[in-house]
């Protein structure tokens, strides 16, 4: 068992990252991911990490870095938001497509225009599709732990992925905590040393990147989806051991006060721990309302998430994001089509809270829910928008 | 040589489409992009190994036995720098096919 430390919640990524003998990190500073990079540049400038420190140029060369260092075998580490993660988008692609294990700490902020520096998920849902494994966090303590279990799944030799973790901007990376740090013994017992399947090394040579005429590019992004899908029982597994060395137990779908509930809200990050909140006080007062908490972004725990919403009547999706001109919003949007073909499929609400910032307290949580019931049209709602 | 690209299946393909087998570039045979051939006279030719230098996919081979260069069909595109480059105008292009 660790020690238990009051930090900011940044900081003690930083602390996991360093506690993984991480290789590389390159990373440039943007708000409000800086704390974690700062942090690392101090490790490894007072001799505390041996890693290279790359103090890139931009965001698109924080990327294209650690693509080389993973690539070459190093275990890689980055960190970015917003347009920082819209400058390494084209990138961001190509590690995925390519199989290069690294792990990603997003703090998550809106995009611009206008600008804004606080937090929604825009930026993750502009990356939704660029299949990475991809975790949204709740708490400090499961950001930290995420860190240890992203290394080890990324690297698995059956996955070769890279794994973004979604740390809510502010709300998160930026709280003091208290956090159980892991041993050196721990991370020695959870994490084995990085053995990439491929590498540029001379000792074997190949090609990385090649270009994919039209006969070959379906077959690749197929091997691609795969291979996502396929990292699915090596997450449950390292989050299943992650329990054994830590007591703490992660799955993809979490359910909270769900038994007997006729409605359910459905949320993903840090908005969960207050939706918690809105359901105990709804709870006192006899309405059935329990939470479901995505963990799981990608690959998405499809059967989790309809066996957690049969038998509701109302699903209320709490989405951080908006995707102008379109039928809803992103998370609502899958959680319809998995939905659409089950025999009893509940209501399922679109409710967008929370963009650029927005605070969303227990009690805008209560009104979020009694909004989307009171409504009949089933259209997608942007709550506590004026006019 | 590995299998042609087009009749490899999803599984095949080694994880982020590595190559781990050099030299597979030429399974695929650029040649049949080809609109014009470069035509070849060996009595103009003054051996100066020009095109030989000059071509961009080391399609053109000197053939020893016989003093001459020859063409690789398989993968000439039918660029012409060759041609353009011949000191001794002992290489022409002509339409493909005709």
């Not at chain 1, 830590?246 to 939706?275: D, F, H, N, Q, W």
């Not at chain 2, 103009?44 to 690789?72: E, H, L, Q, T």
């Amino acid at each position: 068992m660790g020690k238990k430390v009051g930090i900011e919640v940044s900081i003690a990524a930083a602390e996991a990252v360093g506690l993984c003998d991480v290789d590389v990190v390159a990373a440039y500073p943007i708000t409000p991911q800086t704390h974690v990079v700062e942090h690392l540049s101090e490790l490894v400038a007072q001799g505390e990490l041996d890693a290279e420190f790359v103090p890139v140029e931009s965001e698109h060369s924080a990327m294209s870095v650690c693509c080389g260092s993973a690539a070459a075998g190093a275990r890689t580490f980055t960190a970015t938001a917003s347009q920082g993660l819209a400058l390494m988008a084209e990138i961001v692609f190509i590690a995925s497509s390519m199989r290069l294990p690294m792990v990603m700490f997003l703090s998550n902020r809106a995009l611009s225009a206008p600008l804004s520096i606080w937090n929604d998920h825009s930026d993750a849902m502009m990356v939704r599709d660029c299949g990475w494994i991809q975790v949204f966090c709740e708490n400090g303590q499961e950001v930290y732990d995420a860190i240890f279990h992203a290394f080890r799944v990324a690297e698995d030799p059956g996955v070769q992925l890279p794994v973004m973790i979604n740390v809510d901007g502010f709300t998160l990376t930026h709280v003091i905590e208290p956090i159980e740090f892991w041993s050196k013994d721990m991370v020695k017992k959870y994490l084995p040393p990085f053995k990439p399947v491929h590498r540029l090394y001379p000792d074997k040579v190949v090609s990385m990147g090649a270009f994919g005429m039209p006969e070959i590019y379906a077959e690749q992004k197929k091997a691609h989806d795969h291979a996502l899908w396929n990292s699915m029982p090596v997450i449950l597994e390292a989050w299943d051991e992650l329990a054994d060395v830590t007591g703490r137990k992660y799955s993809p779908v979490e359910l909270y006060k769900t038994e007997g509930a006729e409605t359910l809200i459905l949320a993903m990050g840090s908005i969960c721990e207050t939706a918690s909140l809105a359901v105990d006080s709804m709870r006192e007062e006899g309405k059935k309302v329990g939470l479901v908490r995505l963990r799981l972004w990608r690959p998405l725990p499809v059967e989790g998430l309809r066996k957690a919403l049969a038998g509701a009547k109302d699903v209320v999706v709490l989405d951080r994001a908006i995707s102008p001109g379109s039928a809803n919003a992103p998370v609502t949007s899958e959680i319809r089509a998995l939905m659409y073909h089950e025999p009893d499929r509940p209501k399922i609400h679109c409710m967008i809270a929370g963009l650029g910032g927005r605070d969303v307290t227990g009690d805008d949580v209560t009104r979020i829910v009694e909004t989307a019931l009171a409504d009949t049209t089933y259209d997608y709602h942007i709550y506590g928008v004026r006019g | 040589m590995p299998k042609p690209m087009d009749q490899m299946t999803w599984q095949e393909i080694e994880p982020g489409g590595i190559i781990t087998e050099p030299g597979n570039a030429a399974c695929y045979h650029t040649g049949t992009w080809r609109s014009q051939r470069p035509k070849y006279d060996e009595e103009k030719c003054i051996r100066c190994w020009r095109c030989f230098i000059m071509c961009p996919d080391a399609a053109i081979s000197p053939d020893y036995g016989n003093n001459v260069f020859a063409w690789n069909f398989d993968y000439c595109k039918g660029c012409g720098i060759c041609a353009y480059e011949c000191p001794a105008d002992a290489i022409t292009m002509e339409e493909e096919g005709e």
